[in-house]
C-alpha cells in the first residue's frame, strides 16, 4: 500500500490503482488520465453515513460537495450511497438532474446566485438553498412566489474561527465574501429577515470553517459557537432551528508527512460538542450536517502521464516533463500543493532520482511538484501523481487550448470511461 488502500505494487513492480496495473491502464486510455476508485469512494461514504446515524443520530446525513469532483457516473454513485448533495452552479445541478439524483436532497450554495440561476435551481426542485445574505434572500423569496412555492433554505453564517489552514481557503473568518457574521450582529439581522419573508422557509443555519482540516478542534468551537447562536435565536424570535450544517474540510493525506485521519473518530468528537452544547443552551439538538467533498474522492483518485523527457541541469534540478501538467492539476501553482509522485513504470526501484514535474504548458510556472524522489525516469515511462481524486478535474482548464483528460472510473466491473477524453474538435466546437 502507497498512502492510500487504492495503490499498491505489483509483481512486475509496476503500480496498481484499485489493483489495475496502471501501465496497462495507461496503455488502454492514453495519457494524461484521472483513474478513479470506486469501490473506495463508496466505503469512504459508508464511513460517514455510518458514523453520522451512530452519532448524532436523527436526520442527520453527510452531504457530498460536488465541486470537489462532479460528472454524472460520480452523482450516480451519490445517489446509490445514499449521500446528499452540495452544488455550487447550476452546472452542477444540472449534472445532479442527468444523474436522477434526488433534488430534494441537494444544497444549493454560492455566495452570488443570479436571478437565473434561482430561477433555474427552484424549477428543478432543489430541496435547499444556502443563501448567503439579504440581497439573495430577496430574491429567491420573490422567486419562490413566481414558482408558486415556499423554498427552504439555510442560511450561511461565518463563525469566526481559523482553522490554521491556507489562507486562500479559510472562509470562516468574519473577514470572508461567504456569509453573514455572529460577530458583526450581522448574522442576527438576517435571520430575522429570513423569518419575516413568506416564501421562504428557514429550516436553520449553515457554517464552512476551511479545509483540508485533521484535527476535530476546529470543527467542535464552530460547531458551539453555532449551538450558541441558535440559542440566541430562539431566545430572541422563538425561532429553533431543525438543522445544523458544518461544512466541509476534513483532511486528506497526500504526501507521507500529513497524518492519518479517522473521519469517524472526529464526527464522533463533534457529536459529544453538539450533545453538550444542546445541554448548556437547553435547546433541542438539530440535525447535523458536514459536507465532505476533498476526503470522499481525493484519495480514490491517481493521474496517469506519460514522461517526454528528462533535462538534467547540474547545479540546478533535474526536470521531468511530462504531456498534461496545470490544465489537470492547478493546485500546486495556486496553492503550493504538495503530492506524492511515483515512476509506476519502475514502482519497485529505489525512488532515488530527485525531480521537479514539469508540464507542458508556455508557463514556468506550470508545475506539479518539486523536490520530489522517484526512480530515475526515461521518455515513456509511466509517472503517477497520487491523490488527485479532488480538486484535480473538476478544476481542469483548456489553458492552451489543451483537451481535458478523460476520467476512468474502476468499479466492481473493471475500468470504464466515465468522462471521455476531449478532442481537438471540442476545443473549437465552441467557435463561430
Ligand atoms: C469547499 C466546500 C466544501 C467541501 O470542502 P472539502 O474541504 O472538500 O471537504 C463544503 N462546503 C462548502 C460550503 C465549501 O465551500
Redesign the pocket.
Known amino acids: 500500500m502507497i498512502l492510500h488502500d487504492s495503490f499498491d505494487i505489483n509483481e512486475k513492480g509496476r503500480l496498481t490503482v484499485a489493483g489495475y496495473d496502471a501501465v496497462e491502464l495507461a496503455g488502454r486510455f492514453g495519457t494524461p488520465a484521472f483513474i478513479i476508485d470506486e469501490g473506495k469512494i463508496r466505503s469512504v461514504c459508508r464511513e460517514y453515513r455510518s458514523a453520522f446515524s451512530e452519532f448524532f443520530g436523527g436526520g442527520s446525513r453527510p452531504v457530498y460537495?460536488g465541486?470537489?469532483l462532479c460528472f454524472t457516473g460520480l452523482y450516480r454513485v451519490m445517489r446509490e450511497e445514499g449521500m446528499a448533495a452540495?452544488c455550487v452552479s447550476s452546472g452542477e445541478i444540472a449534472t445532479a438532474l442527468k444523474a436522477g439524483f434526488p433534488m430534494e436532497n441537494v444544497f444549493f450554495?454560492g455566495n452570488n446566485k443570479t436571478d437565473d440561476d434561482i430561477r433555474y435551481a427552484i424549477a428543478s426542485g432543489v430541496g435547499y438553498f444556502v443563501a448567503d445574505g439579504e440581497e439573495e434572500l430577496y430574491a429567491v423569496d420573490r422567486e419562490a412566489k413566481a414558482a408558486g412555492v415556499k423554498q427552504k433554505i439555510l442560511l450561511r453564517i461565518t463563525p469566526g474561527i481559523d482553522p490554521h489552514t491556507h489562507k486562500k481557503i479559510i472562509?470562516g473568518n468574519v473577514d470572508s465574501k461567504f456569509g453573514s457574521a455572529i460577530a458583526t450582529g450581522r448574522a442576527a439581522e438576517v435571520t430575522a429577515l429570513a423569518l419575516s419573508l413568506d416564501n421562504i422557509e428557514l429550516s436553520g443555519f449553515h457554517c464552512?470553517i476551511g479545509?483540508?482540516i485533521f484535527e476535530p478542534d476546529p470543527f467542535c468551537d464552530a460547531a458551539s459557537i453555532m449551538m450558541r447562536f441558535i440559542a440566541e435565536m430562539k431566545k430572541a424570535h422563538g425561532y429553533t432551528a431543525s438543522i445544523l450544517n458544518l461544512?466541509?474540510?476534513?483532511g486528506v493525506r497526500y504526501t507521507e508527512d500529513d497524518p492519518e485521519i479517522s473521519y469517524r473518530d472526529n464526527i464522533k468528537t463533534i457529536a459529544e460538542v453538539i450533545k453538550d452544547s444542546a445541554k448548556r443552551y437547553m435547546i433541542d439538538q438539530p440535525d447535523v450536517l458536514m459536507?465532505?467533498?476533498?476526503?470522499i474522492v481525493a484519495a480514490a483518485g491517481a493521474t496517469l502521464y506519460t514522461v517526454g523527457s528528462v533535462k538534467e541541469i547540474p547545479g540546478f534540478r533535474n526536470y521531468v516533463s511530462i504531456d498534461g501538467g496545470m490544465t489537470d492539476n492547478p493546485r500546486y501553482t495556486l496553492y503550493g500543493s504538495k503530492y506524492t509522485v511515483v515512476n509506476a513504470s519502475r514502482a519497485s526501484l529505489p525512488a532515488d532520482f530527485e525531480i521537479t514535474l514539469a508540464g507542458r504548458c508556455c508557463e514556468s510556472g506550470d508545475l506539479i511538484a518539486e523536490g520530489v524522489r522517484i526512480a530515475k525516469p526515461e521518455r515513456g515511462d509511466i509517472v503517477a501523481v497520487l491523490v488527485t481524486g479532488?480538486y484535480n478535474y473538476s478544476m481542469a482548464s483548456n489553458y492552451n487550448r489543451v483537451p481535458r483528460p478523460p476520467v476512468i472510473m474502476i468499479g466492481e466491473d473493471g475500468p470504464r470511461v466515465a468522462v471521455r477524453r476531449e478532442t481537438r474538435e471540442d476545443i473549437t466546437a465552441l467557435d463561430e
Open positions: 460537495a465541486k470537489a452540495d450554495h472562509t464552512h479545509s483540508q461544512g466541509g474540510g476534513f459536507e465532505p467533498g476533498r476526503s479532488a
